[in-house]
């Protein structure tokens, strides 16, 4: 069963029943428990329901502003972004300095990343810094500015993020993408997030973007920089022919898993 099939059925039983414990959506289901509290964290962080030790709440639609409501391509999206996640933790190397940039993908990055010794990582990503706050060998740092929240994740923006980059140099860069185009570039959603992104350029050893496949051949708001930026693209499978041919003539590294 795929990940959208389970999160469907764990929101319809859920409607049903109201509360469910983590042992019954295993037995259920038919997959392990591991399994679905990966799930319930991602159902938690899209406001589809509430999580409780050993299992889930239903939670009214509309609450909060919210909606239980989750469209096919995010939970398509999730699976992505988990092999994407996966394969980019695995460049990072013992006592990197990395950064990680906003997203549920690098989200993702830093679940992979607790295997590592002695990390220095910064963040705007607080979905992420939290995640990693029981490695105690790695030093955290989350960046000043104001918080805010997209897509289920909650990072921190702010034009005060330009000048604080200045003097911080970095191993990697991990950025996430709302858009790839071999004429725009690399695009995203506003502005504040581009001017922040095109001083991080100038600050890291490694650029590597981590982009889903839906996201080439489209061009968001906010461009900040041609693909050549790029010194790696990590995604969920093979990119578009005439995109291969770029990476390729520009010497960019593409990986994706196979299989």
């Known amino acids: 069963m795929f990940a959208n099939e389970r999160h469907s059925k764990i929101l319809t039983i859920l409607g049903e029943k109201k509360k469910i414990t983590v042992a019954e959506l295993s037995h259920l289901l038919g997959v392990s428990e591991v399994t679905i509290r990966k799930d319930l964290e991602y159902l938690e962080q899209q406001e589809s329901l509430t999580r409780t030790f ?15 409501f989750i469209p ?35 989200l993702e990055v830093a679940k992979n990343l607790k295997t590592k010794n002695r990390l220095a990582i ?34 921190v923006t702010g034009s005060v993020l330009i000048d604080y980059f200045s003097n911080i140099y970095f191993d990697k860069i991990f950025l996430t993408m709302d858009g790839v185009s071999l004429s725009r570039g690399f695009s995203v959603l506003d502005d504040i997030t581009a001017r922040i992104f095109r001083k991080l350029l100038e600050q890291a050893t490694e650029i590597i973007v981590c982009a889903t496949s839906s996201k080439f051949g489209k061009s968001a708001m906010a461009p900040f920089g041609p693909l050549t930026i790029a010194h790696t693209i990590v995604t969920d499978g093979p990119v578009p022919v005439d995109y291969q041919k770029y990476f390729d003539d520009h010497g960019i590294r593409v990986l994706y898993q196979i299989g």
């Open 54 to 68: 050993g299992g889930a709440l239903y939670k009214e639609q509309g609450k909060q502003g919210s909606s239980c």
């Open 72 to 106: 096919p391509e995010s939970l398509n999206d999730y699976d992505r972004k988990q092999s994407i996640g996966s394969l980019a933790a695995s460049l990072v190397n013992d006592e990197d300095f990395i950064f990680l940039g906003p997203g549920y993908t690098c």
């Open 122 to 155: 910064t963040t705007m990503n607080v979905s992420a810094a939290i995640e990693l706050t029981d490695t105690p060998e790695f030093n955290v740092m989350m960046v000043p500015g104001d918080f805010t929240r997209r897509n289920g994740t909650y990072y």
